[in-house]
């Protein structure tokens, strides 16, 4: 079900409001970064991107992924429009806590029923 509407709205899914709470968001990360970069991010349940985004300037490596295949399209056009070459994409509901230093979780249990 969150599948469909996710990607019924990823082409309009960046809006002023999630935007602005995005950034505030990513504010409160920031002030929790490891001191070491050298890290791997994940995003999961990413959507567009709007928060891991903020992020690829820091870590190593970053993991974008969402089991939203069109919310993953969007991101992946970012990526690319970006120029960003440390991250990817995964249209996926996995995630392994051993692939990541720091995992951001935003916006995403209150879909996931289990
Ligand atoms: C409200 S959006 C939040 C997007 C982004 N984290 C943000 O804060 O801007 C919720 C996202 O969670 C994703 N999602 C829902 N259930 C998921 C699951 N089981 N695994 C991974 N992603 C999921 C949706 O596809 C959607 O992109």
Do not use: W
Request: charged share 25%; with cysteine.
């Amino acid at each position: 079900m969150a599948e469909n509407i996710f990607n019924r709205m990823a082409k309009k899914y960046d809006n002023e409001q999630r935007i602005e709470l995005a950034n505030t968001v990513a504010a409160e990360v920031r002030k929790h970064l490891p001191a070491d970069s050298n890290k791997t991010l994940i995003d999961y349940g990413c959507g567009t991107g709007l928060i891991g985004l903020q992020f690829t300037d820091y870590f190593k490596q970053l993991i974008f992924s969402d089991i939203s295949e069109g919310m993953m399209e969007v991101v992946s056009e970012k990526i690319e429009a970006g120029n960003v070459k440390n991250a990817e994409t995964r249209a996926t509901d996995e995630l392994d806590n051993n692939e990541a230093d720091v995992i951001i979780v935003s916006l995403v249990m209150l879909h996931v029923p289990e």
